[in-house]
């Protein structure tokens, strides 16, 4: 969990990391703030804070995927005006958040790999040429979940993930 490991020295925060690894923190805090049960305009405002660092990174160095999603409209902006959000922008905002941070060569961790994974059986239409390997059967069965269900599942996939992770980790170490 990437939000439980920081250093505090008389109460302020030593980050010292790059614009991408905080971005990745936010990403990661978004993901785990989700799967919490976290008040959903809490979520969009890390996760918002997470993608603006890799949109503008991204717009830096002129990716073309920034691109597509200009030209496809996708609005990032829904969170200026608070007078409701859908929850599963939330997913959206997160998805679009690590595509970016992975198009600039950063390092998905576990959760996002899962997250990332779930958000498109959930919604196949954002699938990329990348998840080519998605079945029907899979995706029907998915988009039948209901919020609580993709929520439940999520922490649960996420939580093994990281424990696969860590054991891989520990074998390596070995």
């Known amino acids: 969990m990437i939000s439980k490991k920081f250093e505090v020295d008389d109460e302020v925060v030593a980050v010292g990391a790059s614009p991408l690894e905080i971005a990745k923190i936010q990403i990661e805090s978004a993901i ?4 919490q049960g976290h008040h959903p305009l809490a979520v969009h405002a890390v996760a918002e804070a997470g993608l603006q660092i890799v949109r503008d990174l991204a717009s830096d160095k002129e990716l073309p995927l920034l ?3 200009e030209v ?3 609005s990032f902006d829904s969170s200026k005006n608070f007078a ?3 929850q599963d922008l ?3 905002t997160i998805f679009w958040a690590i595509q970016l941070f992975d198009a600039l060569g950063g390092k998905q961790t576990a959760a996002m790999h899962s997250f990332y994974a779930g958000v498109v059986m959930k919604f196949p239409e954002l699938a990329s040429t990348q998840v080519a390997g998605l079945t029907a059967e899979i995706t029907a069965i998915a988009k039948k979940l209901t919020r609580e269900e993709f929520l439940r599942y999520g922490a649960a996939s996420v939580q093994s993930a990281r424990a696969r992770a860590e054991q891989k980790l520990a074998q390596t170490l070995q």
């Open 32 to 35: 785990e703030m989700l799967f």
């Open 67 to 69: 691109q597509s999603l």
């Open 72 to 74: 496809a409209d996708v």
């Open 84 to 86: 409701g959000i859908r």
């Open 90 to 92: 939330n997913d959206v």
